[in-house]
C-alpha cells in the first residue's frame, strides 16, 4: 500500500522555527510537495524536492531523504499568518503524475 | 499571474441528482485532475485526464462520474447520481509538463442533501 505520516497537530510561537516532519511509503518515487491549506481553501504549493538535500525558499525550507522515506519542511521566523495546515504530497512512479497525499499538520502559531 | 478557475464555489443539491463541476485549467497545461477533500479529511486522487482522455483514476471515481473537455478551455466533473458521501470539497489542478507542479484551484464545495 502507498501511505503517508505526518504529525496531526503542531503548535509554535511567533518569531520562532518549525519542522514538520513527513515519511512515507509508495510505490516508487518521484517527488514530494510540500502544500499549504488554510481552512476552506485550495492546497497552495511550497516546495518540491526530487533529489536528497536541503531546498530554501525564502522562510521555507525542504529537505528530503529518499534512502530514508522522509522529508520535513522548515519554517523560520513564523508569523501569525502561517497558521494552516501543511500537506506532504508524493508522486510515486508513473506516468500519470497524481499525487498521493499526508493527512496534513495543522500548525497554529500563538504570538 | 495565471491561475486555475472553478465554478461554481458552492453548490448544494439533493441527493439522486446530477451536478457538472467546471474548472478552467492554467491555459498552456496539459494534465488535468480531480481531487476531492471531506471535510477533516486527506485530499484523494479521483481522476487524471491528458491528451484528451482518462489516464489513471481511482476507486472512488466509478460509473457515477465522468470527466470530460468539451473546448479548448473548460474541464468538466459530471456526478450523475450524487449520493450523501458525494459532499466534500472538489479540487481541480493543473500541470504543465512532466516532472512539473500541480497548481490548484479554489475548489467547489458541494453539499448534497
Known amino acids: 500500500g502507498q501511505n503517508i505520516d505526518q504529525p496531526t497537530e503542531m503548535t509554535a510561537t511567533e518569531g520562532a522555527i518549525v519542522q514538520i516532519n513527513c515519511t512515507y511509503q509508495?510505490?516508487?518515487?518521484?517527488?514530494l510537495f510540500w502544500y499549504q491549506q488554510h481552512a476552506g481553501e485550495a492546497p497552495t504549493f511550497l516546495s518540491y524536492?526530487?533529489l536528497d538535500g536541503l531546498e530554501e525558499k525564502g522562510r521555507f525550507s525542504s529537505f528530503l531523504s529518499r534512502s530514508k522515506g522522509y522529508s520535513y519542511l522548515l519554517l523560520k521566523e513564523l508569523q501569525m499568518k502561517d497558521s494552516a495546515s501543511y500537506l506532504c504530497?508524493?508522486?510515486?512512479?508513473?506516468?500519470?503524475?497524481?499525487?498521493?497525499w499526508g493527512l496534513g499538520t495543522s500548525l497554529a502559531v500563538n504570538p | 499571474e495565471p491561475e486555475v478557475t472553478q465554478t461554481p464555489s458552492h453548490q448544494v443539491t439533493q441527493m439522486g441528482q446530477e451536478v457538472i463541476l467546471r474548472c478552467v485549467p492554467i491555459s498552456n497545461h496539459l494534465y488535468f485532475y480531480w481531487y476531492r477533500q471531506i471535510l477533516g479529511q486527506k485530499v484523494e486522487f479521483l481522476v487524471s485526464f491528458y491528451n484528451n482522455e482518462i489516464s489513471e483514476k481511482s476507486e472512488i471515481f466509478d460509473d457515477q462520474f465522468s470527466v470530460e473537455r468539451p473546448d479548448g478551455s473548460n474541464f468538466t466533473l459530471k456526478i450523475r447520481s450524487t449520493k450523501l458521501e458525494d459532499s466534500a470539497m472538489y479540487f481541480c489542478?493543473?500541470?504543465?509538463?512532466?516532472?512539473?507542479?500541480?497548481?490548484f484551484g479554489p475548489g467547489t464545495r458541494l453539499l448534497v442533501l
Open positions: 524536492n526530487v
Open positions: 509508495t510505490s516508487g518515487f518521484n517527488g
Open positions: 489542478a493543473s500541470l504543465d509538463r512532466e516532472g512539473g507542479t500541480q497548481y
Open positions: 504530497a508524493v508522486r510515486p512512479a508513473g506516468n500519470n503524475r497524481k499525487l498521493i
